[in-house]
């Protein structure tokens, strides 16, 4: 009878302790918060713009969601409001019922009203967010955020996909590489205190009598991403014209290169027109020092040139067939002045603008360290006191 | 023993036949059972013989000068003469003497070798096992000549007295693993051995082991090699699988196709796809729920599209989904495995195309998430001989990466990890030669050029 | 069966554990104390390690009797100075341990998004933890060796992958706030270093080869140097924003991913990663076990799981009591704490070398076994 007892006893006890093991498994498994796919509205892309509030509009995904409100077949564009960033994106969250997830975000885009905002510490929000990516594209427009938004490319009717795009493979023809938010924000931390990002035109495709095409909801047109936008402490100071963003992307990016028209110069089946070139490969080396109490920078830029081929539709890179012996002294010259205008009328830009841009107080900074800041402290106004002196060579 | 006392033993046996002959006066009483004795051979080894005499019989001249069976034996033990007559032996009473005659007149149809079901090749010997002790030690012994090759018979089971064969080669394989076997199954009580899986069971070194520690072969080619190898087999009765052990994970993922049909590298190859489809089958839909619950920022923005257009308006949770779609894949893989061949052939592709795709239109069911289960389904196969185990670990996997996530599911993996590296059954590390790799030679995941393999032996 | 680890084992284990847990919340915090410099006091640190690990590895080359730590200290120390030390370890592995695991729960929740509680993420990670640590030193070597593949894999991934975008001259100019703040921060966080300590507790433990003092050391170094250079580029990446980073390795992955077209792919790499940390915890949670059984001379199977789940449940509750991040900065990298490990860290590894040769010398005289506890 004991025996039994006994056996019962053990057979209780190994039954609640299955059950304390299943009830704690079903806690644990409370316990982790789920956000399923469903309940989230992934964001493909975020337009800030500013009138005394935030004004956030998003592209997320929403299949078979048509283009009601803005938005292509697989999107949708929903837009909140708040005091703060973080608040004006959580406005979605109560108007849609679904929770924004930002970690599939590409690009943001700054609208003008922007403007009257310290980006440093309205974009810090994301950047201390891990599940933000700092690769993220940063871009500014000179209209509204929300209205580039309710536009779309021919070949894309995603705008974050196709702005993402454009602008990337824009930086790697005349324009400068696209700028990453970590990196404009980690900018505006150096002594030089500035950053630049892309800057976006929408520029709207005309139908035939010169009006919009009809039976649209969205306005269909390209974007011109040639030009940038350069920031001061955070702040907005000026779109640059197209020479001064491409002197600006001769100097600052190595990995943007250029076209240049050359007038008058020999073509390949004889005599004279104008013909393009294209650099094939390009070396900047920058050099700052101290000269006469003043500082001191020198640009040495190495460029190879090359023909623009059919074939190559104004993307000339250093593995093409070689063109060098169509390359002659005219073309030479005449792009070296070309080049020289550029980068003059950027370094001109920065000093009329007090931007420093071209990044001169870092470079000097890495160079001379704390002596450079005391010499910052005494000399606010650097820029004009600054030397530039640009070294071009044609490799060709 | 006389023969009354053997006859009150046998009570009741229908199927047992008397003859009685008169040899030279003397009485000889002849007993067999018919369903496992030829009566050919009782013709020409016992009763031909007896018949031609013209002599008195005795036991002694019986023995040695007039029965033609090569398996003799004489004894009075009540039990052994119990025993041999069960096993298909002729006994002979002669005239009042207590010892009795046992001949081997066997005469029980076995399956012809043939190919195995399970095991085919595509280049390769293509015998198989089969349910005989004695072909399959034929196998065996045809393919090792050497007297190094030994073997230790073991009667195993109280009421089957099934024989159990221990083979080994002196001198490669380790002697303390041989005694630990004989001493194992020569200490096995059990009322009946009917397959070689009893055996294995008690083999475990840890029965509650998750793993198989002991591996089953049903060719002999790949005995022979593993006895080359050091390793230990273990032959039973009635099984045509054959035990192998000490049994390593990384055997599951040999193919004989590996040594005779590819090359080294052909066959490296298979080994990392096989591992790779394993471990795709178990953590596949496990990830697939985790990335949907928790991590859906890891796809590709418009692989993400996709999905999000495949899951909208399906009813299920993530996961629940991935356990329906699992579940109806076990019901249709076990409902087909015993079906009979023609039905489950028609009904499998009933199952998986009908079901599914209905599923799926229903809006029931997802397509990427059926798409995973039938892969999952599908992996689990390429390494055959844990294919249940890996379908539990397929489900506790799911489950964790449906509520835990990605960390759930690489915790789960450590686990796992670490409880296979613990499992040193015979003092063989169960993921060796992957952890810890031994001296020289592994035939682990990379295949070793044949040179290589046989000069390290 | 003696728990031993294997040589080749044991040097997968050493860059596991001096890499892994080093890309977590470390860099921010040494970013803030010397900011783009700190990767010198990163450097220096392993530096004063790489002494110390060539003490233990002299310490045990001469151990030729082969004795355990518990042998090693109670025959060249005496009793009571050796259970001291063994509970100075267990203090020091413990919290190395609980801070470990704090890092990681900031990792899985703000990087990859799994949100939950402290104990609902301890009590199976630790659940695991233990099962690995009673299964003991032969398993943590074993697992090692089958993870080290994916972890080394994703740590070099992500820093080749890191490499190309990285603008090196970020680090420039080099010292701008002085020496001396590379060294107050080397200072301040020399706790989270002196991984190297656990190989005291492998005396008699190793199945040494072949030029095992060479390439132990070259083991050492390849994870200082993995580490060092992910250090670096998480700097030159991150700016003067790195010390607001919560996860170094998180940072500097996610900015390898530059378009949302490739989703977070990076996470495959942290989550093998992890796995290192994981390994490590195990180890460190080994070694404070034993501690703690050498202090209270207590041995066998049954007490050592006893051991392991009344620390793991102090893991659990502590942080729900005390707030664990704040004290182990402000005790163990700011305040007294450190001056008490330091014994544990660089004193004991030093002298080392000089207690095995006593004890084996008194080992070799009087054979004579002298321990602390029964688990000898």
């Known amino acids: 009878m004991k025996e039994k007892n006994n056996k019962n006893k053990s057979r209780f006890l190994k039954a609640a302790a299955a059950l304390l093991v299943c009830a704690v498994l079903l806690w644990l498994a409370g316990s982790y918060v789920e956000s399923p796919l469903t309940d989230r509205a992934v964001v493909l892309g975020l337009g800030i713009d500013y009138d005394g509030e935030y004004t956030v509009t998003a592209e997320v995904v929403a299949p078979g969601g048509g283009e009601e409100g803005g938005g292509s077949g697989q999107s949708k564009v929903l837009t909140g409001k708040g005091e703060t960033l973080p608040l004006a994106i959580h406005d979605i969250y109560g108007t849609t019922g679904k929770n924004p997830s930002l970690g599939q975000t590409g690009i943001v885009l700054l609208g003008q009203g922007m403007k009257d905002v310290n980006l440093s510490h309205a974009l810090g929000f994301f950047v201390f967010s891990d599940a933000f990516k700092d690769g993220v594209t940063l871009a500014w427009c000179d209209g509204d955020a929300k209205e580039v938004f309710s536009t779309a490319t021919p070949v894309d009717s995603m705008v974050s996909f196709g702005l993402q795009t454009i602008i ?60 940038v936008s350069v920031f001061k402490n955070g702040s907005f100071v ?24 050359v007038k008058g110069a020999e073509t390949l089946l004889g005599g004279k027109d104008t013909v393009s070139v294209g650099i094939a490969s390009k070396k900047v080396e920058k050099t700052y020092k101290m000269e006469n109490g003043a500082p001191a920078v020198t640009y040495d830029v190495k460029v190879r040139l090359g023909r623009i081929k059919t074939d190559v539709s104004g993307n000339v890179v250093d593995f093409l067939p070689k063109t060098d012996d169509m390359i002659d002294d005219y073309i030479k010259n005449n792009v070296k002045e070309q080049i020289s205008a550029l980068i003059e009328a950027a370094v001109s830009a920065s000093v009329s603008l007090d931007c420093d841009f071209m990044r001169v107080a870092d470079g000097m900074y890495k160079a001379l360290g704390g002596e450079w800041t005391e010499y910052m402290k005494s000399h606010p106004d650097y820029l004009s006191e600054t030397a530039v002196y640009t070294k071009l060579t044609i490799e060709n | 023993m006389t023969k009354y006392d053997f006859l009150r033993r046998l009570d009741n046996f229908a199927d047992m036949k008397e003859r009685t002959l008169d040899v030279g006066g003397t009485e000889v009483a002849v007993y067999f059972l018919d369903p496992m004795c030829s009566s050919d051979k009782i013709t020409r080894f016992v009763t031909e013989p007896l018949l031609s005499l013209g002599r008195k019989a005795t036991v002694k001249n019986c023995l040695e000068k007039i029965i033609y069976g090569a398996d003799c034996v004489a004894t009075s033990d009540a039990d052994t003469l119990v025993e041999e007559f069960l096993d298909g032996k002729t006994v002979l009473f002669i005239g009042g003497d207590d010892t009795a005659i046992a001949v081997d007149t066997k005469g029980i149809e076995y399956r012809a070798v043939a190919e195995p079901p399970t095991s085919m090749v595509t280049k390769g010997p293509r015998e198989g096992f089969n349910e005989n002790i004695k072909t399959n030690l034929m196998l065996l012994r045809k393919r090792i000549k050497t007297p190094d090759f030994k073997t230790e018979n073991i009667k195993v089971g109280d009421k089957t007295g099934t024989l159990v064969s221990v083979c080994y080669i002196e001198g490669a394989a380790d002697k303390k693993v041989v005694d630990a076997v004989v001493k194992k199954i020569s200490g096995l009580k059990l ?31 790949i005995v022979a090699s593993k006895l080359l190898e050091g390793k230990v087999a273990v032959a039973v009765d009635g099984s045509p699988l054959v035990l192998t052990l000490p049994y390593t994970f990384i055997e599951d ?16 190859v298979a080994r990392i796809l096989r591992l790779l489809a394993m471990t795709a089958a178990v953590l596949l839909p496990a990830i697939y729920v985790a990335l949907q619950v928790f991590h859906y920022q890891m796809l590709p923005s418009k692989f993400l599209i996709t999905i999000i257009s495949s899951v909208q308006g399906i009813p299920f949770p993530p996961m629940l989904e991935m356990l329906v779609v699992i579940l109806l894949f076990d019901v249709l893989r076990e409902a087909n495995a015993r079906m009979p061949q023609i039905a489950g052939l028609s009904l499998s592709i009933v199952g998986a195309i009908i079901l599914g795709d209905a599923a799926v239109k229903a809006g029931l069911l997802s397509a990427p998430a059926v798409m995973i289960g039938a892969m999952s389904g599908i992996g689990l196969y390429t390494m055959p001989d844990n294919t249940m185990l890996f379908m539990l670990l397929r489900l506790a996997f799911t489950l964790l990466g449906g509520t835990v996530g990605i960390v759930g599911i690489l915790l789960g993996a450590m686990l796992t990890v670490s409880y296979v590296v613990s499992l040193d059954d015979y003092g063989m590390p169960y993921l060796s030669p992957l952890s810890p790799p031994t001296a020289a030679g592994d035939d682990g995941i990379i295949k070793m050029p044949q040179d290589a393999i046989l000069k390290d032996k | 069966m003696k728990d031993d680890i294997r040589q080749g084992q044991l040097l997968m284990l050493i860059i596991v554990v001096i890499s892994g847990g080093k890309f977590l919340s470390l860099p921010g915090i040494m970013a803030g104390m010397a900011g783009r410099d700190s990767w010198i006091a990163m450097c220096l640190l392993f530096a004063v390690d790489l002494v110390c690990l060539a003490c233990m590895l002299w310490a045990l080359g001469i151990n030729k009797e082969g004795l355990d730590i518990n042998e090693i200290f109670c025959r060249s120390l005496t009793k009571p100075v050796a259970k001291a030390l063994f509970l100075l370890y267990a203090v020091f592995f413990f919290t190395r341990v609980t801070g470990g695991m704090l890092d990681v729960l900031e990792l899985v929740s703000s990087s990859l998004s799994v949100v939950t509680n402290w104990v609902a993420f301890a009590l199976p990670t630790l659940a695991v933890i233990t099962f690995m640590a009673v299964k003991g030193l032969r398993n943590i070597g074993r697992v090692t060796q089958i993870f080290f593949i994916f972890i080394f894999a994703s740590v070099l991934l992500i820093l080749l992958l890191s490499v190309g975008h990285t603008d090196f001259g970020g680090l420039k100019p080099t010292l701008s706030g002085g020496f001396g703040k590379v060294l107050d921060c080397a200072f301040n966080v020399n706790f989270w270093f002196s991984d190297g300590v656990f190989l005291l507790f492998l005396a008699g433990r190793v199945k040494t080869g072949k030029a095992f003092f060479a390439k132990t050391t070259g083991a050492f170094l390849l994870g200082a140097a993995l580490t060092v250079c992910l250090d670096v580029v998480f700097l030159a990446l991150f700016g003067n924003l790195a010390q607001y980073a919560v996860s170094a390795l998180s940072k500097v992955s996610g900015f390898n991913i530059t378009g949302s077209v490739y989703g977070r792919l990076d996470w495959v790499f942290i989550v093998l990663w992890m796995s290192s940390v994981i390994i490590k915890t195990t180890l460190f949670l080994w070694a404070a076990s034993a501690g703690v059984e050498y202090a209270l001379g207590i041995s066998g199977r049954n007490a050592r799981l006893a051991v392991f789940c009344v620390m793991s449940l102090i893991i659990i509750v502590l942080p729900l009591v005390f707030p664990m991040e704040e004290v182990v900065r402000r005790v163990f990298c700011e305040g007294w704490g450190k001056y008490v490990t330091v014994a544990a860290q660089y004193a004991v590894p030093l002298v080392s070398p000089l207690l095995v040769y006593a004890a084996n010398k008194k080992t070799a005289h009087a054979k004579t076994p002298e321990t602390a506890g029964d688990g000898v």
């Open chain 1, 238 to 261: 000026a779109t640059l014209d197209d020479d001064q963003s491409r002197g600006f992307a001769m100097i600052f990016d190595e990995g943007a290169f250029d076209n240049f028209a």
């Open chain 1, 168 to 227: 990337q493979k824009s930086g790697k023809k005349t324009g400068v590489s696209a700028n990453f938010m970590q990196n404009f924000i980690e900018d505006m931390t150096e002594p030089s205190g500035a950053s630049y990002v892309t800057n976006v035109r929408f520029i709207k495709e005309e139908g035939e009598n010169g009006e919009q095409k009809s039976g649209q909801r969205k306005e269909e047109g390209s974007y011109d991403c040639s030009a």
């Open chain 2, 191 to 221: 009322d009946g051995v009917l397959d070689s899986s009893y055996i294995a069971a008690f083999l475990d070194v840890d029965p509650t082991n998750l793993f198989k520690t002991v591996g089953s072969v049903e060719k002999p080619d």
């Open chain 2, 253 to 268: 993922m040999h193919s004989p196709d590996d040594y005779y049909y590819n090359t080294p590298q052909t066959a490296t």
